[in-house]
């Protein structure tokens, strides 16, 4: 049993399909389906039932799966172990950023990060907070950044910076004219909000006090922010978004956002990751380079902010 034959049957688990499992190993089919078959020999198990499509893991299988995925998450640590040791800034790494943080804030400093450490390969995927939740606690994720805080005891977090939420609001609405928003300004009638389950969604909904949302809303909920700001932006309805977005608008959008009334609402940005992650020196020079990509404002929580 080798460390690349338990690699090849958990691309196969991920891909349940040998051929996209051989390609993501960068090997030739026959080449994997020869070392899984010869692990199998070796165990005297079959590991995946071939006789479904998708392929499927046996009873056995799974269990195995399991051990293998244990003993490949601590094979990374000893790598770890030596790369935090010699303070290099290279290997895997893997991260989640929500989706309605992602598009505003890695441009401002993933780019240059890479360029500054071309030996790290760092590897990002948006997940909501449940998923990241998920793949932390099964190794799947390095690191991830929320805006929430996860189960208290199980993950260790650092605050990154703190983000106020505005109103984006179309020309055609009555709340247009308002320099200031209030919650009991806004109804759920004309507002496009993400489905449940995104944190966004669920901190404004908590802070305007309209857990209720009516049924009717059902429609309004389906898409991304960018398709609602856009939505917004040629002439219905109103939605909200976060502080680092707005700072990408040009000036026509600039003109439709609306600051809330005092206290705003605003979300924690968090860097979390499982307590037994050992590369501080990656995590720090991560959390320094977003600290700095923020305006300083940003930093701190203001007098006039509320966390929601």
């Known amino acids: 049993m080798t460390i690349q034959q338990l690699e090849y049957i958990l691309a196969v688990e991920q891909f349940r399909h040998f051929a996209k499992a051989a390609e993501y190993c960068s090997i030739t089919q026959p080449t994997l389906s020869a070392m899984i078959q010869k692990l ?6 079959k590991l995946f039932d071939r006789s479904v ?3 499927s893991p046996t009873f056995i299988g799974q269990k195995i799966l399991r051990q293998a995925r244990l003993v490949l998450t601590q094979v990374s640590h000893v790598k ?3 790369a ?3 303070e290099q800034l290279s290997g895997i790494f893997r ?7 992602a598009p505003y804030l890695l441009p401002r400093f993933f780019p240059e ?4 450490h071309s030996n790290l390969d760092m590897r990002v995927t948006e997940m909501k907070t449940l998923d990241i939740r998920q793949a932390l606690l099964t190794d799947e994720i390095d690191a991830a950044i929320i805006a929430s805080a996860p189960e208290e005891g199980l993950f260790h977090e650092e605050t990154l910076f703190y983000e106020e939420f505005y109103a984006y609001i179309s020309r055609k609405e009555v709340l247009f004219k308002h320099e200031l928003i209030r919650t009991s ?5 004309r507002l496009w909000l993400l489905d449940e389950g995104h944190c966004f969604r669920d901190q404004l909904v908590r802070f305007c006090q309209m857990e209720a949302v009516k049924l009717s809303q059902m429609a309004y909920k389906l898409g991304s922010m960018e398709t609602f700001m856009h939505m917004v932006e040629s002439g219905k309805g109103i939605t909200f978004v976060p502080n680092l977005a707005v700072l990408q608008f040009n000036d026509e959008q600039k003109e ?5 009334a005092i206290p705003r609402p605003t979300r924690r940005i968090v860097l979390v990751t499982n307590k037994n992650f050992i590369r501080h020196k990656l995590l720090n020079t991560l959390k320094e380079k977003i600290r700095a990509s923020v305006p300083p404002e940003m930093l701190q929580l203001q007098v006039t902010q509320v966390l929601v």
């Open 80 to 82: 770890e172990i030596i």
């Open 40 to 45: 199998e020999e070796e165990l005297g198990v």
């Open 95 to 101: 991260l989640a950023v929500l989706p309605t943080i």
């Open 256 to 260: 439709l956002v609306r600051p809330f």
């Open 53 to 55: 499509q998708p392929i």
């Open 185 to 189: 300004d806004i109804t759920g009638e």
């Open 113 to 116: 990060l890479i360029e500054e």
């Open 84 to 86: 935090e040791e010699q």
